[in-house]
C-alpha cells in the first residue's frame, strides 16, 4: 500500500495502491487553506480533472496536466 507522486515537464502523475477505489487528493497551503483537489472523475468543487485515469479496486493512476494545475492555482490565489 501507499503512493507515489511523479512529474515530468509536462504532467504530474499519481500512483496510488490502496484497498480503495480513486482517493482523493487536495493541494494546500502553508496554513492547511484548500487551494483544490486533483479527482479522476467530475466532482463538485474546486476541483482539477485528471487528462488520464485508470481506477480500479486496489489501483488508480492519475495524469494531470501541469499547465493546468498551475493556471488554476495562479487563478484561485
Known amino acids: 500500500m501507499g503512493f507515489s507522486i511523479t512529474q515530468n515537464g509536462t504532467h504530474l502523475i499519481i500512483e496510488d495502491y490502496s484497498s480503495e477505489w480513486a482517493p482523493y487528493y487536495f493541494i494546500s497551503l502553508k ?45 484561485g490565489i
Do not use: M, R, W
Open 31 to 75: 496554513n492547511d487553506k484548500e487551494v483544490l483537489g486533483p479527482v479522476a472523475y467530475e466532482a463538485e468543487g474546486n476541483n482539477i480533472l485528471a487528462e488520464y485515469a485508470y481506477v480500479t479496486i486496489g489501483y488508480t493512476k492519475e495524469i494531470y496536466s501541469l499547465k493546468d494545475l498551475f493556471d488554476h492555482l495562479s487563478s
